[in-house]
């Protein structure tokens, strides 16, 4: 399942990534809210129709291999809805953005819709299309014509956008959990009539993108890079199935390039919820007429 891995190259920032792409550090600058030396999400893989097992899944008895085990059996659902929950918080300001959308896991493509809150370079809400090592961004502020489209390639993210756009898209947050170093069982809860297994624990995002593979790792390997926290704490709750339904992931990294002091740290709680599975999800690459290119030169600002 693991195809050619390409890894990117981590972007030097101070307070906001100094990217080569002015599309990109308009993008950084609007999800963010000015809070930060941003990061953002790319497409992680997932098996394919084709490659289903005729045995239904099951949650494996042993916690990690639980943990592992969820991106894949959940894209073996074909489809799914998601709501989302980004939270930054550093020594000066908190902001929460909160979405609603859904992914294609057959033809591997998601679109998510991302309330902006106050105080962001742009208002309203993000509209993100993403594809494994691709994301689509409309609404994001500067220069960018209204309605029109951002085309990045995850790796022009110093954090692979996993938490820059507003949002962890739902396959890079299963992805991520394919990196999983530990993982405790710490009960069963009953939500909306279902049993859920919660389990807690840490992963390594490098070790996602290597156990991913192709261009749906990138973003997990720009992200690994990035963040100053390797071993990233989640909470994960997974059905009788072994389907996610919910996934907490703490992303943590510089605002100031290269300090470890405490004030100089932002925290990014991220929270994806899947519900719906094999509910069909519209979703499509924007026309090329509505993509919009910045010139190298043009100020995003």
């Given at each position: 399942?693991?195809?050619?891995?390409?890894?990117?190259?981590?972007?030097?920032?101070?307070?906001?990534?100094?990217?080569?792409?002015?599309?990109?550090?308009?993008?950084?600058?609007?999800?963010?809210a000015g809070l930060t030396a941003g990061c953002s999400a790319g497409g992680s893989a997932a098996d394919s129709a084709d490659?289903?097992?005729?045995?239904?899944?099951?949650?494996?008895?042993?916690?990690?291999?639980?943990?592992?085990?969820?991106?894949?059996?959940?894209?073996?659902?074909?489809?799914?809805?998601?709501?989302?929950?980004?939270?930054?918080?550093?020594?000066?300001?908190?902001?929460?953005?909160?979405?609603?959308?859904?992914?294609?896991?057959?033809?591997?493509?998601?679109?998510?819709?991302?309330?902006?809150?106050?105080?962001?370079?742009?208002?309203?809400?993000?509209?993100?299309?993403?594809?494994?090592?691709?994301?689509?961004?409309?609404?994001?502020?500067?220069?960018?014509?209204?309605?029109?489209?951002?085309?990045?390639?995850?790796?022009?993210?110093?954090?692979?956008?996993?938490?820059?756009?507003?949002?962890?898209?739902?396959?890079?947050?299963?992805?991520?959990?394919?990196?999983?170093?530990?993982?405790?069982?710490?009960?069963?809860?009953?939500?909306?009539?279902?049993?859920?297994?919660?389990?807690?624990?840490?992963?390594?995002?490098?070790?996602?993108?290597?156990?991913?593979?192709?261009?749906?790792?990138?973003?997990?390997?720009?992200?690994?890079?990035?963040?100053?926290?390797?071993?990233?704490?989640?909470?994960?709750?997974?059905?009788?199935?072994?389907?996610?339904?919910?996934?907490?992931?703490?992303?943590t990294f510089a605002g100031v390039a290269g300090s470890k002091e405490a004030k100089d740290q932002v925290k990014v709680t991220?929270?994806?919820?899947?519900?719906?599975?094999?509910?069909?999800?519209?979703?499509?690459?924007?026309?090329?007429?509505?993509?919009?290119?910045?010139?190298?030169?043009e100020s995003p600002k």
């Open positions: 399942m693991t195809d050619q891995q390409r890894a990117g190259r981590p972007g030097r920032r101070r307070q906001v990534p100094h990217l080569r792409s002015a599309a990109g550090a308009a993008l950084l600058a609007v999800a963010l490659e289903r097992s005729a045995a239904p899944d099951q949650l494996a008895a042993d916690p990690l291999t639980a943990v592992r085990n969820a991106a894949d059996i959940t894209g073996r659902t074909g489809s799914a809805h998601t709501a989302t929950e980004l939270v930054t918080e550093s020594s000066e300001k908190k902001a929460v953005f909160s979405g609603t959308g859904g992914y294609d896991y057959v033809k591997r493509i998601g679109r998510l819709e991302v309330q902006v809150p106050p105080g962001a370079a742009t208002t309203g809400k993000i509209v993100e299309v993403v594809l494994p090592g691709t994301v689509y961004l409309q609404n994001s502020g500067a220069k960018v014509p209204e309605g029109k489209w951002v085309k990045l390639d995850v790796r022009q993210l110093p954090d692979g956008n996993l938490v820059s756009s507003g949002a962890t898209d739902p396959a890079s947050a299963a992805g991520a959990l394919r990196g999983a170093q530990k993982a405790d069982a710490v009960g069963t809860e009953t939500v909306d009539g279902v049993a859920l297994h919660h389990y807690r624990g840490t992963l390594d995002l490098a070790k996602a993108a290597d156990a991913t593979g192709g261009r749906g790792g990138d973003g997990l390997r720009m992200g690994g890079q990035t963040f100053t926290v390797k071993e990233v704490p989640y909470d994960v709750w997974l059905d009788d199935q072994g389907r996610l339904h919910k996934v907490v992931e703490v992303f991220s929270t994806t919820s899947l519900t719906d599975f094999g509910k069909p999800v519209e979703a499509a690459e924007p026309p090329a007429s509505d993509i919009y290119a910045m010139k190298p030169s």
